[in-house]
């Protein structure tokens, strides 16, 4: 019997995985994975980088093949901790993401006249970020007047713009149960978990990915219905930081508000609802009027879930460096197999599991470094043309003089 993953590595994450027709009894469970699968996984699971746990497998799989059935359960376990299989483009691009093109929209004027996001909001009274530990915590902030209202411009220009192509608008929760968000790929437990948990056991989500793709848990749809395409305006929660200088400010923080992007799709969709996907993301920054390039990344950088990926580096010229605005990713069915999204075959009747992608149409603040750093002119900054309906036709950003500062003073006059 031929067990393959995505179409090309050994599927061990469901053993009990159900190709049927409608209405066909349920098949026996699989076979465990054979020495030569396990040889396999091992190999992409070191191309990753990711925590190889194949000698436990190994283990294991030697007891319930001396008839310790106890351990199956530990054995599903330790499968679905796996990352997805690999692209076969990527296998030689060592630990360097691929350089697939550059954008330059923009002249930028001498280094020496241009000022960092931090410096620059704060100059034109537009942010706040110090202070703020004793009762928001580390790496919060404060966006006002101007800078608040570009924030909401630009979600509905994302939002026009991927409405415009065929995305529907749901509106998702930021708590979500545990097990969603494992199954989209993202540990809750550990030292280097991301992710907030709460006392009910709950969590905050860390992107509306992980809503969207629980929107659809044990749903099967009918083949006709894809590629399925939503999208969804949400705060996301990361529980990380950076000491790092050139991610200083509100470059990585601990929430934002993100516009993303989410399909399920067959599997002879995904890569052509993947590209659509980064095509959506060039057009929305070649609008914007940013200088950025595009990265097709290699295999230690693509998490558990994601097949293959594309990154968008905007250059942030305040910072001189490429800042990650976006990506998308192409998961094929490690998500819908956890999550048990299928799709019914309109030929045949025939059960399988969906493919998912998911992308970045647009994430504030990091966003908002790049527009700010390349915008500025002098005191002021200039406001992208694509923007300015959105802002009752404003064409530049100016001292906001309505938002007080606060001043220590020793004493008032009457």
């Not at 049927?20 to 026996?28: L, N």
């Not at 030697?62 to 310790?68: L, P, Q, T």
């Not at 966003?367 to 750093?373: F, M, P, R, T, Y």
């Amino acid at each position: 019997m031929k067990l393959l993953t995505n179409s090309r590595l050994l599927r061990p994450l469901l053993l009990l995985r159900r190709q049927r027709s409608c209405d066909a009894k349920a098949p026996k469970p699989l076979p465990v994975p054979t020495s030569v699968q396990l040889d396999e996984l091992e190999r992409n699971v070191v191309l990753r980088h990711h925590r190889n746990n194949l000698p436990l497998i190994r283990s294991l799989v030697n007891d319930v093949e001396a008839g310790n059935q106890d351990k199956l359960s530990q054995l599903q376990a330790e499968l679905e901790q796996l990352p997805n299989d690999t692209h076969p483009r990527l296998q030689d691009y060592g630990e360097e993401p691929r350089e697939l093109a550059q954008y330059v929209h923009r002249q930028l004027p001498p280094q020496t006249s241009l000022k960092e996001f931090s410096e620059l909001a704060r100059a034109l009274n537009l942010y706040r970020m110090d202070h703020l530990g004793n009762y928001t915590g580390h790496k919060s902030y404060y966006l006002t007047g101007q800078l608040a209202t570009l924030e909401q411009a630009i979600i509905q220009y994302a939002l026009q713009a991927v409405t415009g192509h065929g995305f529907k608008l749901i509106s998702v929760p930021d708590i979500l149960p545990r097990e969603v968000i494992e199954s989209c790929g993202m540990r809750t437990d550990g030292e280097r978990t991301q992710v907030y948990k709460l006392d009910t056991g709950e969590c905050l989500s860390g992107t509306s990915e992980m809503a969207l793709a629980g929107f659809f848990a044990n749903k099967t749809l009918a083949e006709d219905q894809l590629p399925l395409k939503v999208t969804a305006v949400s705060r996301c929660y990361r529980a990380e930081t950076s000491g790092l200088q050139e991610e200083k400010g509100i470059y990585r923080v601990h929430q934002f508000t993100k516009v993303e992007m989410f399909a399920i799709c067959t599997e002879e969709q995904s890569e052509a609802e993947l590209e659509e996907f980064k095509n959506i993301e060039v057009d929305l920054f070649r609008r914007l009027g940013l200088n950025f390039r595009l990265l097709d990344m290699p295999p230690c950088e693509l998490g558990a879930p994601a097949y293959q990926k594309y990154d968008i580096e905007a250059w942030m010229p305040g910072r001189q460096m490429w800042g990650e605005i976006s990506s998308c990713s192409n998961c094929t069915d490690y998500q819908a197999r956890r999550l048990g999204i299928r799709y019914c075959r309109s030929s045949d009747g025939q059960i399988f599991h969906a493919h998912t992608i998911n992308g970045t149409a647009t994430a504030i603040p990091r966003l908002l470094i790049a527009l700010l750093e390349s915008y500025q002119r002098g005191d002021a900054v200039e406001i992208p043309a694509v923007l300015r309906p959105f802002m009752d036709g404003q064409e530049l950003i100016t001292r906001d003089k309505r938002i007080p500062e606060t001043k220590l003073v020793k004493s008032i006059k009457a």
